[in-house]
């Protein structure tokens, strides 16, 4: 029996698409025209058409289990509170994967994945498409945050969605490098230890050192600091777990806002 099923196979193949991890940061960056919104747009126009996009948002994070999202149509979730109007006004009403989804349903070994109809597109998705993809004509999916999985176990399941590339899916880890929402100080400069953990990153990255991201947890005080709670940091091991070492990386927004989010974000193709 093949380890690919027969949805899976059905799939057209395509060139390989790249792989994206997007600092998506504050939601009004959805419909401010500024630096971070400017460079999602630059990257939408010069992708190549994906036939559909799978999303693992920091945003959608479940317990014991990993969803899938099948529904045909996915309403826009604003899951966010204290934001003008004009951001709860914003709609993306982009077509479900269905049959993407399933397929990578079928296609996961390592953990068992289900199917879920009752999510939508949260704002670390849509914030970042709206920009990126402004017709909403694309496929669109998403895949939970198990947080009960460690990091490791976070990138055994994205190296075997790494196949999706090959059948025209984008997968965009959509996170934020550094994500610490009570040391906010919006005008100041980044912390020290902020700094210090990007660094690290960016480091890892550049030298294709992907266990060192995932190790990041063990680095200590400084994840801590960085990272508070781990769902921001998530989607970066799905956006390394899906490349090949022989991708070229490619990086924008790599800088901070508010003094504790790195939106430093990268494409490997």
Request: aromatic share 10%.
């Amino acid at each position: 029996m093949s380890d690919f099923n027969t949805a899976f196979a059905h799939l057209k193949p395509t060139p390989k698409m790249p792989a994206l991890f997007v600092g998506h940061g504050n939601p009004m960056n959805a419909i401010e025209d500024n630096s971070y919104s400017r460079a999602w747009r630059n990257i939408g126009d010069n992708l190549p058409t994906p036939s559909a996009i799978l999303c693992v948002s920091a945003h959608w994070m479940t317990r014991g289990t990993t969803l899938v999202n099948v529904k045909q149509h996915p309403e826009t979730i604003h899951d966010f509170g204290g934001f003008p109007a004009e951001l709860y006004a914003q709609q993306y009403p982009a077509p479900g994967a269905p049959d993407f989804a399933k397929a990578t349903i079928d296609l996961v070994r390592s953990s068992h994945l289900e199917p879920d109809e009752e999510w939508g597109l949260d704002h670390g998705a849509w914030s970042v498409l709206l920009k990126m993809f402004p017709k909403a004509d694309l496929p669109v999916y998403q895949l939970s945050l198990d947080l009960t999985k460690s990091p490791a176990a976070h990138f055994e399941l994205a190296r075997e969605l790494k196949a999706l590339r090959e059948k025209g899916v984008l997968v965009i880890g959509s996170g934020n490098m550094v994500h610490n929402l009570r040391a906010l100080n919006p005008g100041a400069k980044p912390y020290d230890w902020a700094e210090a953990f990007d660094a690290a990153m960016a480091q890892a990255l550049e030298a294709r050192n992907f266990k060192a991201i995932v190790e990041a947890p063990a680095l200590g005080r400084i994840t801590q600091l960085a990272h508070p709670t781990l769902e921001h940091f998530l989607p970066l091991i799905y956006a390394v777990g899906v490349a090949d070492e022989k991708d070229k990386l490619a990086t924008f927004n790599a800088s901070f806002d508010m003094a504790s989010i790195s939106m430093r974000s990268f494409m490997l193709s």
